[in-house]
Every structure is written in structure tokens, then in C-alpha cells.
Nanobody, 119 residues
């Protein structure tokens, strides 16, 4: 079992930055891939970015709408996932969720953290 706790959300003006964190506990060493999803009000949850462990290399993926603005990273020593978000826009407003995939087909979700971009 893996437990995830997000933090770092808040209110920011357009063009501003935020860094989200996701602390993993439990059997964090078995995590294969982690990612960030978001769900705006009235919309379906969508994938934002993922980072997958591949030997000595981490493979990252970004949805087109955040490429060049968001950066996903992972500190294995701290069992923590990050999402650095720059040049935030109102359309980035959503609840952001951390996700971890492990084992054959298991996954865990965090409780979510609200990000609001507004002037």
C-alpha cells in the first residue's frame, strides 16, 4: 500500500508560479510511475504529467497544454513528487491529484490540492 499527500496549492495571479508536492509513504519503494492529474469544475479528470522510473533514467511526459510551463520531478530519497508550475493561466485552475502506480496493476491517489489562477 502507498499513501499520498499533496500540498502546495493556493491562489495565484495569472503569470505566477506554484510548486506542488506529493509525499509518498508506506511501500513507496515499489512505485514504478508517478503523475499529476487535474480536474476542473464540471470536467473530467485529465492527465497533466508523468514520470516513470527506467533504470538510471526517468522518463517524463506532459500533456501539450502544459509543455514548456510545468516541470515534473521526483526526489527518491525523500519519496516526494513535485510539479513546478510557471506561467499559470486561469485555465490551469483545478484540483490537482497525485497518482502512483505500483505492482502489477495497483494505484493510489492523493486527496487533491486546489490551484486557483485568478486576478
Amino acid at each position: 500500500q502507498v499513501q499520498l499527500v499533496e500540498s502546495g496549492g493556493g491562489l495565484v495571479q495569472p503569470g505566477g508560479s506554484l510548486r506542488l508536492s506529493c509525499a509518498a509513504s508506506g511501500s513507496a519503494f515499489i512505485i514504478n510511475a508517478m503523475g499529476w492529474y487535474r480536474q476542473a469544475s464540471g470536467k473530467e479528470r485529465e492527465l497533466v504529467a508523468t514520470i516513470t522510473r527506467g533504470g538510471t533514467t526517468n522518463y517524463v511526459y506532459y500533456v501539450d497544454s502544459v509543455k514548456g510551463r510545468f516541470t515534473i520531478s521526483r526526489d527518491n530519497a525523500k519519496n516526494t513528487l513535485y510539479l513546478q508550475m510557471n506561467s499559470l493561466q486561469p485555465e490551469d485552475t483545478a484540483v490537482y491529484f497525485c497518482n502512483a502506480k505500483y505492482g502489477a496493476a495497483y494505484q493510489s491517489w492523493g486527496q487533491g490540492t486546489q490551484v486557483t489562477v485568478s486576478s
